[in-house]
């Protein structure tokens, strides 16, 4: 059974730089395309980034030369860098992929970025 663990969350200050991790079993994580989004309250949750199994990312706008997304596949683990935080970057992240057919997503992490 695939389970997606997401942790590195916390406060930080604007300006300041996490990184998420997403942990994952059952399943090989480099050989799927894997995805980080986010939700805030009152809001959809938003696609942020996205690694496919031959290592091509994308990301969405608002987080373009801020956030990276990488992988480690001798961990199975996913990651999210994230630097040059926002007030607006405040979200829950979560980590999601699909394997025969079926979502798979984490319990998320929350960020929150204040002073």
């Known amino acids: 059974q695939v389970q997606l663990v997401e942790s590195g969350g916390g406060l930080v200050q604007p300006g300041g730089s996490l990184r998420l991790s997403c942990a994952a079993s059952?399943?090989?994580?480099?050989?799927?395309?894997m995805h980080w989004y986010r939700q805030s309250p009152g809001n959809e949750r938003e696609l942020v980034a996205t690694?496919?199994?031959?290592?091509?990312?994308n990301y969405t706008d608002s987080v373009k030369g801020r956030f990276t997304i990488s992988r480690d596949g001798v961990k199975n683990t996913v990651y999210l860098q994230m630097n040059s935080l926002k007030p607006e970057d405040t979200a829950v992240y979560y980590c999601?992929?699909?394997?025969?057919?079926?979502?798979?997503w984490g319990q998320g992490t929350q960020v929150t970025v204040s002073s």
């Open positions: 999601k992929t699909r394997k025969l057919g079926v979502d798979y």
């Open positions: 059952g399943m090989i994580s480099s050989l799927y395309t």
């Open positions: 690694i496919t199994r031959s290592g091509s990312t």
